[in-house]
């Protein structure tokens, strides 16, 4: 039997893949040092790339936006794309300022209140809980003396406090002088990153134009056309995912806001600023402003602290089975059981950059993988019930 040329190329393809899989299996400690490098080299156009994805969501949004408003009337001249594009791309950096400005202006004053407003209810349940000791010690005497004898220094506890901070502070500053060169390395990437993204974004037809000229030029049209269709699934769903996780974000943060205010609970605009904040991070996220909200709470009143467990619990069954499954769910075409895992194992891989990127890019592979299923049961002729 004769074996024709396509085949043999796709055979001596697969034998060369698989003498570099055992070559990079053998010398894996030098292959990760590459990579490494390489990493090193490029990771400030890549983190470019990463930010001007995730920019490009809101500018594209501002730009629709501005040709609207600026719809020339008849017989007027059209409005510049250039134009439109640099005020869309301004418009982007100054409301993520806004945005950033504000949540540092709402959190960080309120924390600080937050803090200093514990030394009283502090002091209170340390007091209450040496006067319950004392009421359970009663028939021991010798512990009872113990625990009323037992007194704390506030004074230098605090004082404690601020020379622990203030040494910690100097340590700091000390390590941060001696680790200058690592600073301004890591100044020069974000600077080349931010540069590069505002390159992306200012020629992003441009760019993809290129890159598809580049994939025909290089490859068979079906797997050139097989690439672009997989692009554009990745970058509907990537941008479809942050859309619906910054909406759901800002939709749950205000329902905290206006049930504790409603309610009358205290720190109602801290807790719902933290946990929009924290709601980024798919799933887990809500429940670490609830943690640093029922802290809060149990300063000032246990009981408090318990509704607002129960009130964060109702509210997340309100979000996890109307909000999300209409507005970050649909978007990606992920079922839970597979966000559950892509969070899981993002997690455990990248920490929260992970439970981030492996929802959409897990939303894409079971996109593909299912059209794939799809189409061979239609060429087989099966109907599976």
Request: glycine fraction near 10%.
């Amino acid at each position: 039997m004769e074996i024709s040329r396509v085949t043999m190329k796709k055979l001596m393809a697969l034998i060369a893949f698989a003498v570099l899989l055992l070559v990079g299996a053998q010398h894996l400690r030098e292959v990760l040092g590459v990579l490494g490098a390489l990493w090193g080299v490029f990771s400030p156009l890549t983190i470019g790339l990463a930010l001007a994805f995730v920019l490009n969501v809101p500018m594209r949004g501002l730009e629709g936006l501005f040709l609207r408003i600026r719809k020339p009337k008849k017989g007027k001249k059209e409005p510049s794309a250039g134009g439109v594009r640099a005020a869309a791309l301004l418009g982007t950096f100054v409301l993520l300022a806004v945005v950033i400005a504000l949540l540092v202006l709402v959190i960080v004053p309120q924390l600080a209140e937050s803090v200093k407003g514990l030394v009283g209810p502090v002091r209170s349940a340390f007091t209450r809980a040496v006067e319950w000791g004392e009421r359970q010690f009663a028939a021991y005497p010798e512990i009872a003396a113990w625990l009323g004898g037992l007194t704390v220094d506030w004074k230098s506890l605090l004082g404690n406090m601020v020379d622990f901070v203030s040494s910690g502070f100097g340590s700091v500053v000390s390590s941060t002088i001696s680790a200058t060169k690592s600073v301004a390395g890591a100044v020069s990437t974000a600077f080349v990153a931010l540069v590069f993204a505002i390159y992306v974004l200012l020629q992003k037809e441009k760019l993809g134009l290129q890159c598809r000229k580049t994939l025909y030029a290089l490859l068979p049209k079906a797997g050139a056309d097989r690439i672009v269709e997989v692009c554009r699934l990745s970058h509907r769903v990537f941008s479809s995912f942050i859309t619906g996780q910054c909406v759901e974000a800002v939709i749950l943060g205000a329902m905290f806001f206006v049930v504790m205010t409603v309610i009358r609970m205290p720190y109602a605009l801290l807790v719902g600023c933290l946990i929009a904040v924290t709601a980024l991070i798919p799933i887990v996220g809500a429940f670490i402003g609830c943690a640093v909200g029922a802290f809060l709470l149990l300063m000032i009143s246990p009981m408090q602290a318990l509704a607002f467990v129960v009130l964060f619990l109702v509210l997340q069954q309100v979000e996890g089975n109307l909000i999300y499954p209409h507005v970050v769910g649909s978007s990606v075409g992920l079922p839970s059981i597979w966000v559950l895992a892509a969070v899981s194992t993002g997690g455990s891989l990248m920490g929260v950059a992970g439970m981030l990127l492996f929802i959409p890019l897990t939303s894409v592979v079971y996109t593909l993988f299912r059209q794939l299923v799809y189409q061979r049961l239609k060429e087989k002729g099966v109907r599976v019930k």
